[in-house]
């Protein structure tokens, strides 16, 4: 695992929690922009991420 995987610990609170809260959303793309590109195992947490909830295992919370 690389050093400094935050996006893939923010996906892994949402899978724990089986919810994806718009403050997780933010810091995903707060994240991203930051660093400009994604880690490999950035990605497959991700896509993992959108997998769960494509099968409604994980649940999208509406901003407020």
Known sequence: MEPNCVIRK???KALYFRRLTPEIE???NSELTRVGYIS???YEALELLM?????????LV???
């Open 26 to 28: 933010n810091q995903i």
């Open 62 to 64: 509406p901003t407020m």
């Open 40 to 42: 490999d195992v950035d």
């Open 10 to 12: 923010l996906v892994s």
């Open 51 to 59: 997998e769960e909830m494509d099968a409604g295992r994980i649940q």
